[in-house]
């Protein structure tokens, strides 16, 4: 977002979220406010956490929904000798703010709400969560990919192979319900292809795999149509004889970590190649 396009919408939110009471204390350092989100009048920053790359599950009418992507979690509070504020009036000025925004509402209960609004075409999510009367919690995610880091390598790949039958295609990167494989997994791709270039004998299985968030009929669907993408993008990209690539999805069957934790279902969305 442009400098001049963030001071317009907090000058939006700092006049909806305004409440005159002119209490103030000093934030604890190193502590400073979302530049999208000003907070009520006469709270102070009591501790906050910015993370590059996170996840945060944030409630929605249907459930907690887990949204990836740059964290940041501020608590304000407000001193002792402040008036008190009820939870729905914290709630209410964040909701309203957003909304005169352009942004939605997606839940409004009695102990926090969750919000989202697009700035420059990137989704910030926003939750707001009221801790007695003079406390509250802002936890805020714009809404992105990872950088993949890892990819695969074919020298580990054929070593993985050798040792147990399979190897994860680290590298292989799809957007969420999608099975489109993107060109960030152009790299992971090269090397798969050098793999199955340097042993002319090897034929597999592509195997997709996936959490268990949705329906298992649906996860079965996306599982195979990964792993028929990532076929398709070996044999039309890289010249890959289509007969020596079988492609299979087995869904959320053999999970690798726990399906009750963010980093468990990552691990269990990926593409594996097993040896026929």
Same mark, same amino acid.
């Given at each position: ?10 000058? #939006? ?18 502590? &400073? ?12 920053? =009591? ?71 697009? /700035? ?29 880091? %890892? ?20 590298? #292989? ?6 099975? /489109? /494989? ?18 002319? =004998?090897?034929?597999?299985? %592509? ?5 268990? $968030?949705?329906?298992?009929? !649906? ?11 990532? #076929? $398709?993008?070996? %044999?039309?990209? !890289? ?8 492609? !299979? ?6 999970? %690798? ?7 468990? &279902? ?11």
């Amino acid at each position: 977002m442009t400098r001049f396009a963030w001071r317009i919408v907090a000058a #939006v939110l700092l006049a909806a979220l305004s409440s005159g009471t002119g209490f103030t204390q000093e934030d604890r350092d190193g502590c &400073r406010d979302y530049p999208l989100l000003n907070r009520l009048d006469g709270f102070y920053l =009591d501790g906050c956490k910015d993370e590059a790359f996170s996840s945060y599950d944030f409630t929605t009418e249907h459930g907690k929904m887990a949204v990836e992507g740059h964290f940041t979690s501020l608590s304000y509070r407000r001193p002792s000798t402040a008036p008190e504020m009820s939870g729905l009036e914290m709630i209410r000025n964040y909701t309203n703010a957003v909304e005169a925004i352009g942004g939605e509402v997606i839940y409004a209960g009695r102990y926090s709400a969750t919000m989202k609004v697009v /700035v420059d075409g990137r989704e910030v999510w926003i939750g707001v969560a009221p801790y007695g009367k003079r406390a509250y919690r802002l936890d805020i995610i714009e809404k992105q990919a990872m950088t993949q880091q %890892v990819v695969a390598d074919a020298a580990a790949m054929l070593a993985d192979i050798g040792r147990v039958g399979h190897t994860v295609l680290n590298g #292989v990167l799809f957007d969420t319900d999608k099975a /489109v /494989v993107k060109p960030e997994s152009k790299a992971a791709l090269t090397e798969i292809a050098k793999l199955l270039n340097d042993n002319p =004998d090897l034929t597999a299985f %592509v195997v997709g795999h996936t959490d268990m $968030a949705g329906s298992f009929e !649906h996860n079965m669907d996306l599982a195979e149509r990964r792993a028929a993408a990532v #076929v $398709a993008a070996l %044999v039309a990209e !890289h010249g890959i004889s289509a007969d020596r690539l079988s492609p !299979h999805g087995v869904g959320p069957l053999a999970p %690798v970590g726990s399906n009750d934790t963010e980093v468990g &279902r990552a691990l269990n969305r990926r593409v594996e190649l097993v040896k026929r």
